[in-house]
């Protein structure tokens, strides 16, 4: 609906700016230019932040969502935003198992080559932390661009 509302309000402006226009270059037309451009910019910053509107509030509440259901350990029913937790679900999962992955094979070429100092141990709750992060930013990025999800 504001979508709508944003295209009409975009058109209009460029209706109103170009009859100020007209109207300043000497045609059959009343000069109001200056009250013409001002209500064509007033009209257009409108329609714009109308356009706006919906997709902000929506990316905002996805995003809302996302970090709830991050707080909850991605657990729970989360309506129509649980596609999106669900693909947090599994990068989050996907994230740790392979930090964890990556810190048994730095550990076995340390002890491979002989010396265990080659091998520094992951702090798993900084990188439980990382992959919070990363799995909360996609949700709300797929929320936003739904047709990327999978």
Same mark, same amino acid.
Request: with cysteine.
């Given at each position: 609906?504001?979508?709508?509302?944003?295209?009409? =309000?975009?058109?209009?402006?460029? =209706?109103?700016?170009?009859?100020?226009?007209?109207?300043?270059?000497?045609?059959? =037309?009343?000069?109001?230019?200056? $009250?013409?451009?001002?209500?064509?910019?007033? $009209?257009?910053?409108?329609?714009? $932040?109308?356009?706006?509107?919906?997709?902000?509030?929506?990316?905002?509440?996805?995003?809302?969502?996302?970090?709830?259901?991050?707080?909850?350990?991605?657990?729970?029913?989360?309506?129509?935003?649980?596609?999106?937790?669900?693909?947090?679900?599994?990068?989050?999962?996907?994230?740790?198992?392979?930090?964890?992955?990556?810190?048994?094979?730095?550990?076995?070429?340390?002890?491979?080559?002989?010396?265990?100092?080659?091998?520094?141990?992951?702090?798993?709750?900084?990188?439980?932390?990382?992959?919070?992060? $990363?799995?909360?930013?996609?949700?709300?990025?797929?929320?936003?661009?739904?047709?990327?999800?999978?």
């Amino acid at each position: 609906m504001m979508e709508t509302v944003s295209f009409g =309000l975009m058109g209009l402006s460029v =209706l109103v700016a170009l009859i100020s226009y007209l109207g300043a270059h000497r045609t059959p =037309l009343p000069d109001f230019s200056k $009250i013409g451009c001002l209500a064509a910019v007033g $009209i257009g910053v409108v329609g714009f $932040i109308a356009g706006l509107a919906v997709p902000v509030t929506q990316y905002r509440t996805c995003g809302s969502e996302c970090t709830s259901a991050m707080h909850a350990g991605m657990t729970g029913d989360y309506g129509e935003y649980e596609e999106f937790v669900d693909t947090s679900r599994d990068s989050l999962a996907g994230c740790i198992k392979g930090a964890k992955q990556a810190n048994r094979k730095a550990k076995a070429a340390a002890d491979e080559a002989g010396d265990p100092s080659l091998h520094t141990p992951l702090d798993m709750a900084e990188v439980e932390k990382r992959c919070k992060a $990363i799995a909360v930013t996609q949700c709300t990025d797929h929320c936003y661009t739904p047709d990327a999800v999978r």
